[in-house]
C-alpha cells in the first residue's frame, strides 16, 4: 500500500541525505512493514508543497498504547 505524508523542509533534506531514517507518527493510519511511504516536502510558511518528493519502503513499525 503506498501512503502519502507531508513533511517539512528541514526534515525532508535530512531525510533526502539519509542522516534521518525513521518517522515517529501519530497513529490514525494504518501502515505496515512492506508499505510505501511518499514524502512530500510541504512548505508551512506558504502552506503549499514544493513539488519535491522521495518514496521510502516501510522497514519496521512499531506501535505503542
Known amino acids: 500500500m503506498r501512503h ?5 523542509p528541514e526534515y525532508f533534506q535530512k531525510i533526502l541525505d539519509d542522516k534521518k531514517t525513521f518517522e515517529l507518527r501519530l497513529a490514525d493510519w ?3 512493514e512492506g508499505d510505501i511511504l511518499v514524502l ?9 508543497y514544493t513539488g519535491r518528493e522521495i518514496e521510502k519502503e516501510v522497514t519496521y513499525v ?3 498504547k
Open 40 to 48: 512530500q516536502e510541504w512548505n508551512p510558511e506558504t502552506k503549499e
Open 30 to 32: 494504518e501502515c505496515n
Open 62 to 64: 512499531g506501535k505503542t
Open 4 to 8: 502519502t505524508k507531508k513533511v517539512w
